[in-house]
């Protein structure tokens, strides 16, 4: 019996998630684990975004994995995974802007040096960043009252991570990637 409700609701409130729109962000009754806003928060540290963005990559997966396993939207589920992988990617983006804000000090001999730290470093926090989010994640899980409560923080982590503007900002941090990092022009 508790199995059969914990996957009606499951369904329930993967399927509301699922529209990916703001109205599903604003109906969900959960407490979201993404600082509201922090894409555009200019006090947070290269180090503070990146977190978020890792976040934000560890939820979308979690939700992904969730949405495949107790619905038939895997089209949906495999963009909200696309998503997430992009927002590894984000961080660093974040850490290559982050690089930019101070560069100003910088004389040639150092440029090079300090933007192939920034890159690497980058690199490197897209991979711990997230493995860290994903223990949290589950530690979430782990924690939660319930699996109705659990499910509804994790659908409200997932929307605010999917949010247009948050979605718009991603993309920019991508595509300074591609463009900086990988001389990839949009």
């Known amino acids: 019996m508790k199995h059969s409700f914990k996957k009606a609701t499951l369904i329930a409130v993967l399927l509301t998630a699922s529209t990916l729109t703001t109205q599903a962000a604003e109906e969900t009754e959960g407490t979201s684990w993404v600082e509201e806003g922090f894409a555009f928060n200019p006090e947070l540290s290269s180090t503070g975004l990146a977190q978020q963005w890792a976040l934000c990559s560890a939820t979308l997966k979690v939700f992904s994995g969730e949405l495949k396993k107790v619905a ?31 560069m100003d000090d910088l004389d040639k001999d150092t440029f090079t040096q300090r933007f192939k730290e920034a890159v690497e470093y980058g690199q490197f ?34 929307m605010d991570c999917m949010q247009p503007p948050v979605l718009e900002m991603q993309e920019m941090l991508i595509n300074t990637v591609r463009e900086t990092v990988m001389g990839v022009p949009k």
């Open 72 to 102: 038939d939207q895997s089209a949906t589920a495999k963009l909200i995974e696309q998503t997430a992988n992009g927002a590894s990617v984000a961080i660093i983006g974040t850490y290559v802007l982050g690089f930019a804000k101070n």
């Open 125 to 158: 926090a897209s991979v711990e960043f997230v493995d860290k989010a994903m223990v949290f994640v589950a530690a979430q899980e782990e924690s939660a009252a319930n699996d109705r409560a659990w499910m509804e923080n994790l659908t409200a982590s997932a």
